[in-house]
């Protein structure tokens, strides 16, 4: 179901979006702004989903063990040469 809106775009915008429609790529001008904002809701959902993840993560990272600085650099070089010896490097 679709519905009637009215919105403001600029003179630059409403060139590009008749451009698009002129080249074939789209149907009509409506198509090319629902699929401008489809793809800005598919952007703010992954925005969101990975601010998600982050805050999760952080969450998790809070409520461990506290590592050094110096024990992570180690940690870190162990990690590294244990792929490189794993890849024969």
Request: charged share 35%; proline share 0%; no cysteine.
């Amino acid at each position: 179901m679709s519905v009637k809106s009215s919105v403001s775009i600029s003179k630059q915008q409403d060139a590009f979006a008749r451009k698009l429609v002129e080249e074939g790529r789209y149907s009509s001008l409506s198509a090319v702004i629902q699929r401008g904002l489809e793809l800005l809701r598919e952007e703010t959902e992954l925005k969101d989903a990975e601010l998600a993840a982050l805050k999760a993560l952080l969450d998790r990272r809070a409520g461990g063990k506290f590592v050094t600085m110096e024990e992570s650099h180690k940690r870190v070089e162990a990690m590294i040469k244990a792929k490189r010896k794993a890849y024969g490097l």
